[in-house]
C-alpha cells in the first residue's frame, strides 16, 4: 500500500497549521499555505521533495498569504473551491482588517477547483474533496481514506472546536451538516485541523454527538 507523511507547520499571525503532504516519490502537496513562505520552502528543501500544487481548504487570508510566493517559486498549480473564489479577491482586505497592517503578498492565481468528483492522487494515493461549507461557502475537508487522515481546515477542531459562523457569509446550519458528515468517517482517521492539536474522529464524535 502507498504511504504518505503529513508534516505540520504553524504559520503567520494567527498560527495557522499548514500541512506538507508527502508520498513516496518525494512529490508533496502544500495545504493551507497561510504564510512564511521561505520556512515552507526550507522545510520542502530539507525534506528533498518536489512539490507539484498547492490547495487551500478555504479562502481565508491566513490559509492563503504565502500562495502566490510558493506559485512563482516552484510553477505549481493553486486549487481551491469553487465558493470561496471571493475570498480570494478579499485576501488584502481582510488581512489588513484582522492584522490591523498592510500585507505586501499578492493574491494567489486560481489554476484550477477543488471538485468532489474529481479526487487528487499523490504517488497512487487517493485524496478525496469533502465539501464542508459553513465557516466558509467553499470550504472543503481533504479526507485520504488509505492512509485514515483528513485535512479538516477550519470545519473542526480539537476538543470539540468548530469553525466562526458570524461572517456574513457563513452558515451555522451548514457547519452543523458539514460535522454529521464528517463524523461519520472511521474512528481511527486522525484529524489534522486548520489550527491547534490533532484529534481523532472517535474523540471529535463523543464531544459532538451530544452539541450536534
Known amino acids: 500500500m502507498p504511504r ?3 508534516k505540520p507547520l504553524t504559520v503567520g499571525a494567527l498560527a495557522t497549521n499548514c500541512y506538507i503532504l508527502v508520498g513516496e516519490n518525494k512529490q508533496a502537496i502544500i495545504v493551507d499555505p497561510g ?23 478555504h479562502g481565508h487570508f491566513d490559509h492563503i498569504l504565502a500562495a502566490r510566493e510558493l506559485q512563482l517559486a516552484f510553477k505549481i498549480p493553486f486549487m481551491i473551491h469553487t465558493a470561496d473564489r471571493f ?12 492584522l490591523e497592517y498592510e500585507v505586501v503578498e499578492s493574491p ?3 489554476s484550477s477547483t477543488l471538485n468532489i468528483k474529481v479526487p487528487i492522487t499523490l504517488d497512487r494515493l487517493r485524496i478525496e474533496v469533502i465539501e464542508s461549507p459553513g465557516h466558509t461557502p467553499g470550504s472543503v475537508c481533504l479526507y485520504i481514506p488509505e492512509a485514515q487522515t483528513l485535512l479538516s481546515g477550519d470545519t473542526l477542531f480539537a476538543n470539540g472546536g468548530v469553525g466562526r459562523t ?14 454529521e ?3 461519520r468517517l472511521p474512528g481511527e ?24
Open 35 to 57: 504564510d512564511d513562505a521561505d520556512y515552507i520552502i526550507n522545510t520542502l528543501n530539507d525534506l528533498r521533495c518536489q512539490p507539484v500544487c498547492l490547495m487551500a481548504t
Open 87 to 98: 475570498l480570494i479577491s478579499r485576501m488584502q482586505e481582510t488581512a489588513r482588517h484582522f
Open 181 to 183: 458528515k464528517i463524523l
Open 166 to 179: 458570524d461572517f456574513s457569509y457563513s452558515s451555522q446550519s451548514q457547519l452543523v451538516e458539514s460535522l
Open 108 to 110: 494567489p492565481e486560481i
Open 189 to 212: 482517521t486522525l484529524i489534522y485541523p486548520g489550527h491547534g492539536p490533532a484529534t481523532t474522529i472517535a474523540k471529535e464524535s463523543k464531544i459532538h454527538r451530544v452539541a450536534v
Open 4 to 6: 504518505i507523511s503529513v
